[in-house]
């Protein structure tokens, strides 16, 4: 079945605490990206990656950092967690080209305590 | 600069009445527009998308968009509502002559279908 994975899907964390969320893809796609999702706001771009060790900055990529080592792999990174950090994270994946949708994990809430 | 505007937060209907869900977007070019549903405790999953062609667009679950380029809009809609619509949707825009591929979501509309 093709599919977006997000391990873990809940999260609880103390502030400062290293974390790391990782996301799989298994469509052979190179179009990988990282959103937030906040109330109020919609979903925002953290980092995306067109291909394998080629990654940028979204919208909102203060205190995160992610890579891209593997094809179907794209782990996000907290070094040093705050609680603004709290959210519910997206991972998604798609085809190369501008008219292709895109493809979501089910999402990782995280709360920093 | 690409957005995209959900102007209503919530949409309640009866069911079996017609639904809309409204969004209006803004791009340099020719948009490239998705519509994207949220289930409670889920991920986004595509409904349907326009890329060129014909205005009115159909997708999944009984859900058709139209475009409509001169009041840069793309509502989503449904001819008879069903309860286990009830989710929260989100129009996404990516402006096909701009550098990332990314898509641009709008704040999203929580529709709730009353039995």
């Known amino acids: 079945e093709a599919q977006v994975t997000q391990n873990p899907r809940y999260l609880i964390t103390v502030t400062g605490k290293k974390l790391t969320v990782t996301c799989s893809q298994n469509?052979?796609?190179?179009?990988m990206s990282w959103y937030r999702q906040d109330p109020g706001l919609g979903l925002r771009q953290i980092y995306y990656?067109?291909?394998?060790?080629?990654?940028d900055k979204g919208d909102v990529p203060e205190g995160y950092k992610v890579s891209r080592k593997e094809k179907r792999n794209f782990p996000l990174i907290l070094e040093s967690p705050s609680p603004n950090q709290t959210s519910l994270y997206f991972c998604?994946?798609?085809?190369?080209?501008?008219?292709?949708?895109?493809?979501f994990g089910q999402g990782t809430r995280l709360t920093v305590v | 600069a690409q957005s995209v505007a959900q102007p209503e937060d919530q949409v309640n209907v009866a069911e079996g009445n017609p639904l809309t869900v409204k969004c209006t977007y803004s791009?340099?070019?020719?948009?490239?527009l998705f519509w994207y549903v949220q289930y409670p405790n889920r991920g986004l999953q595509f409904l349907l998308k326009?890329?060129?062609?014909?205005?009115l667009v159909k997708g999944s679950y009984g859900f058709e968009a139209e475009f409509n380029k001169s009041q840069t809009s793309f509502h989503l809609k449904k001819p008879s509502a069903l309860v286990s619509d009830s989710a929260l949707y989100f129009c996404?825009?990516?402006?096909?002559?701009?550098?990332?591929?990314?898509?641009?979501f709008g704040t999203g509309t929580r529709l709730t279908i009353i039995p």
């Open positions: 326009y890329i060129t062609g014909d205005n």
């Open positions: 990656s067109m291909n394998v060790e080629v990654t």
């Open positions: 469509m052979n796609h190179e179009y």
């Open positions: 996404a825009v990516r402006d096909p002559n701009f550098g990332n591929e990314k898509l641009t």
């Open positions: 791009v340099s070019g020719n948009p490239y």
């Open positions: 998604a994946s798609g085809s190369r080209g501008r008219n292709t949708e895109a493809f």
